[in-house]
C-alpha cells in the first residue's frame, strides 16, 4: 500500500516538475536563480535529484528543509551547509525541583520563602510568604502516603503562585534571568538536572558546618572552595573535589563563613566566583 502511494506521489511531482521546466525554459532557459524546496527525507532528496537532472534545472538552487530550521542548500551542485542561530537571551523556565523526600521538599519550600524576601529583582508581599510556613508544617506532620500528597499539593500550589511572580520578573529581564531564578530557589527548566546552577551556600544540618552547591561547570570540572578571613583579605583552600556540592564541617557555630569556589577544567582555569557569606550552624 505505502509502495502505490509513493508511486503515485512521485507521478504527480513528475507531472508538476514536468510543467515548471516548460515555464522555467521559457522564462530562464538555464535555470540561473530559481529555488525549489523539498523536505530533507529520501522521497524529497530523490525529487531532488530528479529535478537536478533535467534539462533547464541544472543551476538551479535546491533547498533541503529540516524540522528543526537548519537546512542542506546544493546551490549548483554544491552542498553547503545553514546553521541556524541559536538566541543570545533565550526564555528561561522557572520550575520547582523538589526531591522526593518529605523532608527534602519541606526544606526548599522554606529556603523559597527565606529566599522571596529579597527586594534585589522583585518584591513578593509578605503574606504570601508567610502563607508557607503552617503549610510547611502540615506536610512535616503528615502520616501516610495519602496524607503526604495532599499536603504537598495544597504547599506546591502556593510555590507556584510565587513562582509565577518570578517567572513575570525573569521574563522583564532575560539577560539576568537565570541568575533570578535560583536568587529566589527554584530551578531553571532543562538547565543541569537537579544540580545547582550558580554558587550557592546555606546552613548545615549539624553542629559548625556549612553546605555548598557549585555552578554548572564544563565537562571534567573541579572544584576548589577558598575560605577566606574576615577582611577577605587572605584565604586557605579546601581540598578539591569534582562533585557539584560540598558539605564542611568543624567550623566555629553561628559564625559567617566567607567562601568562594574556583572552576578547574583539565588543568586549566575556568573561573572563580564571587566570595558569599555562609553561617555556619
Known sequence: MNNKIVTFVIVIMSYILEWKKVVASEVNPTGEGLKFSFPNTNIGRTFAKKLRQRKGFENCIIILTNDHGTGLKLEKGI???LMSVPNPNPVIT?????PDAVEGKAKLAESIRDKGASTTYVTIPPGQLLALTPLIAN????????QVDYAWDQLNTKLKLLMRIIQDAMDANKPQSLIICVHYGYHAQGRGGKSAQIFGGETGAIVGSIDLHFPIGPRGCCYSVK???AARTS???ALGTDIGHGHFDGLVSGEMQNVSVVEVAHGVFVRESQIIAVRAK
Request: charged share 10%; aromatic share 18%.
Open 139 to 146: 506536610l512535616r506532620a503528615a502520616v501516610g502516603e495519602a
Open 79 to 81: 552542498p553547503i551547509v
Open 94 to 98: 522557572a520550575t520547582i525541583s523538589a
Open 227 to 229: 575560605f577566606w578571613n
Open 235 to 237: 584565604f586557605s583552600y
